[in-house]
């Protein structure tokens, strides 16, 4: 079997990569403990269950710089847009019964004072004779 030659550009390709490969196992030996909490963290800034991650931060804060809600986030949004806003509608149902209810004592109001002039009117006596 015959050996086929090996050009220079190969080795020195091989020696860079595995001496890159030696520098970053040095580094992760020495700074293990940091790059454990930087990758923990970033994790934590980029994991969508976590309520504080970059996305969600982001998102708020143009959400209640519009709204001028301070308190405005985008699944409050969500839910008001799918299920409506109850706290407006049960203020619109509220309203709508104080406005019935006054409808309802005018009505009263008017139907009393109808019955006071037109029905309850004192007769006038004053030309009334008893024995003529």
């Known amino acids: 079997m015959k050996a086929t030659a090996v050009s220079g550009d190969l080795l020195v390709k091989i020696g860079i990569g595995a001496g890159l490969?030696?520098?970053?196992?040095?580094?992760?030996?020495?700074?293990?403990?940091?790059?454990?909490?930087?990758?923990?963290?970033?994790g934590a800034a980029v994991n969508p269950a976590n309520p504080d991650n970059i996305v969600n931060q982001g998102v708020s804060a143009a959400?209640?710089?519009?709204?001028?809600?301070?308190?405005?986030?985008?699944?409050?949004w969500l839910y008001d847009v799918f299920n409506g806003d109850e706290l407006a509608a049960a203020d619109k149902a509220q309203a709508d019964k104080k406005r019935r209810e006054a409808e309802a004592e005018l009505l009263r109001e008017s139907r009393?004072?109808?019955?006071?002039t037109d029905v309850l009117s004192v007769p006038d006596w004053s030309n009334f004779q008893l024995y003529p």
Do not use: H, M, P, S
Not at 112 to 116: F, M
């Open 112 to 116: 009393r004072g109808q019955l006071d």
């Open 21 to 42: 490969i030696v520098i970053a196992y040095v580094l992760l030996k020495r700074t293990g403990g940091v790059a454990a909490q930087v990758a923990e963290k970033v």
């Open 63 to 76: 959400g209640a710089a519009v709204t001028g809600n301070k308190n405005w986030t985008l699944g409050t």
